[in-house]
């Protein structure tokens, strides 16, 4: 979990830079994370043991491929061509709190005082690592409404897939499960994307731009998915949502790196606060 969400917590800026250009649509960004994920799962599961899929759990991996997928990358992509990712990454911090009170109604795992101060902690941290690199920022999105209406769907999309799906995913392999699920998605995508594909210039893509939407593909969905999976099979819903808090720790430390963000103590306070929230939702009680 600590893997894909540092992954993810580069998918932003990067998605938001290919996009700017203005060649890459969100519409045919989204399609290259399902369409390229689904390729490179289907690649991979030639060289695993096979596994028989009954229609009715097709059925299901298809709900997953939806709501996992489809519905959570799209709506995110669409939602940061949107608004900034500042306040993209915001609004990512609501998804532990869906997943706590999805959690509790689906699964019968009890709010604690725990997991509620966890939360909080969590998010006071996340939220503060983000408005601090909002300081300096020129970056704005031309539909903020619409844009964070677009990142909290995503959220919610993946609480319920979270808590919908968290017993049934046990029953096949990360490849079995990861290939049905991204071709469903795909299948879902390509009727309302065909004309966007047969009219982009491809090859007026920049090197640039080609290497954020790979890494978009190979790292921000093909390998965070594999991590993702391997989290969600031993990991309770609450404590896969917690994760989210390390993306802004993640954005921070790049920022800091390349010398375009600045360490200050209230920085290292939220860091400290996020760990800490981490750490209360783990030791929490939960449904035996």
């Known amino acids: 979990m600590l893997g894909a969400n540092c992954i993810w917590g ?57 709501l996992g997928v489809l519905f959570n990358q799209g709506c995110f992509i669409f939602g940061v061509s949107y608004t900034s990712p500042g306040e993209a990454s915001i609004i990512t911090t609501t998804m532990p709190m869906w997943v706590m009170v999805l959690a509790a109604l689906i699964l019968g795992e009890p709010i604690t005082f725990k997991k509620v101060g966890g939360i909080l902690l969590g998010a006071t941290g996340a939220i503060i690592l983000v408005y601090s690199g909002l300081v300096n920022t020129a970056v704005r999105g031309n539909n903020p409404l619409l844009g964070d209406l677009l990142v909290l769907t995503a959220q919610l999309s993946y609480a319920l897939y979270l808590t919908l799906y968290k017993n049934f995913i046990k029953k096949y392999s990360l490849v079995t499960l990861m290939k049905w699920m991204f071709t469903f998605a795909s299948l879902g995508a390509l009727p309302f994307s065909m004309r966007t594909i047969a009219a982009t210039d491809l090859a007026g893509m920049t090197a640039a731009e080609i290497a954020g939407a790979a890494y978009v593909v190979v790292m921000g969905t093909f390998v965070a998915y594999i991590c993702i999976m391997v989290g969600q099979k031993n990991l309770r819903p609450t404590i896969v949502g917690m994760y989210n808090y390390f993306q802004p720790i993640v954005a921070t430390a790049v920022g800091l790196y390349l010398g375009l963000d600045t360490f200050s103590p209230l920085k290292a306070v939220a860091v400290v606060l996020i760990f800490a929230g981490v750490y209360f939702v783990t030791v929490s009680k939960a449904k035996q």
């Open 10 to 66: 580069l998918m932003s800026p990067v998605a938001k830079l290919v996009m700017g250009a203005g060649i890459v649509t969100p519409l045919l960004m989204t399609d290259f994370r399902v369409i390229g994920a689904a390729i490179l799962f289907w690649t991979l599961s030639l060289f695993m043991p096979r596994e028989h899929v009954p229609a009715r759990d097709l059925a299901l991996l298809a709900g997953a491929g939806m």
